[in-house]
């Protein structure tokens, strides 16, 4: 229990390696100690769950996966958008993770991409990957035909006024990504009308 309760949501893989029986798990949630949201997870039932919930759920079934486009988005509070699923980043080779419970959207990052602009936040004492709000925007003009482009502008200007992501950081990461041209002129206008 106290290993749950420092942790937020554990593997029964961990617990079995802390010595953790799978028949005493079964029991503790049998009797409502524990809540198993999803296949081969375990939480306190009494857990207090933020909003993001969900992302740390998904942070614990796919470990090197990066929370990325309208997931971001939503955590760092730069889109109107509730995204149905969560949104993760993976590397081209790397397998796809089968997950049942929450929604998960899987996107293809190569190289640099999916390395650049990552930071781990703590959400329900899991260390969450996520991209920051400036590669998150860039992020959303590179998959501007799979999220809308109406996303990433949306992105930009509420990035923009709340000073989450600053030009030169959207500047650095769109050129990085040679996305740049794409990027410029939207960046252009939103700094021109709103500065």
């Not at 617990?15 to 949201?37: D, F, I, M, W, Y």
């Not at 993770?97 to 899991?126: C, E, K, M, N, Q």
Request: glycine share 6%; proline share 6%; hydrophobic share 45%.
């Amino acid at each position: 229990m106290s290993l749950i309760a420092r942790h937020g949501i554990m593997r029964q893989s961990d617990l079995k390696s802390h010595g953790v029986n799978p028949a005493t798990l079964a029991r503790l949630v049998e009797q409502g100690v524990l809540h198993r949201p999803s296949r081969g997870l375990y939480e306190l039932a009494d857990a207090d769950i933020e909003a993001a919930h969900a992302l740390a759920e998904v942070a614990k079934r796919v470990p090197k996966g990066v929370i990325c486009l309208i997931s971001a988005l939503q955590f760092h509070e730069i889109t109107l958008q509730l995204p149905r699923s969560v949104w993760v980043a993976i590397g081209q080779k790397d397998r796809a993770p089968a997950i049942d419970y929450p929604p998960v959207r899987i996107v293809r990052f190569s190289g640099g991409a999916l390395t650049l602009g990552v930071a781990t936040h703590l959400v329900d004492s899991v260390p969450v990957r996520i991209f920051d709000p400036a590669k998150s925007i860039v992020d959303c003009f590179r998959f501007r035909n799979t999220v809308g482009l109406d996303i990433a502008l949306e992105a930009l200007r509420m990035g923009w006024r709340s000073r989450k992501a600053k030009p030169d950081d959207i500047v650095r990461y769109a050129q990085e990504l040679r996305i740049w041209s794409v990027v410029r002129p939207y960046l252009e206008s939103v700094v021109a009308d709103e500065g």
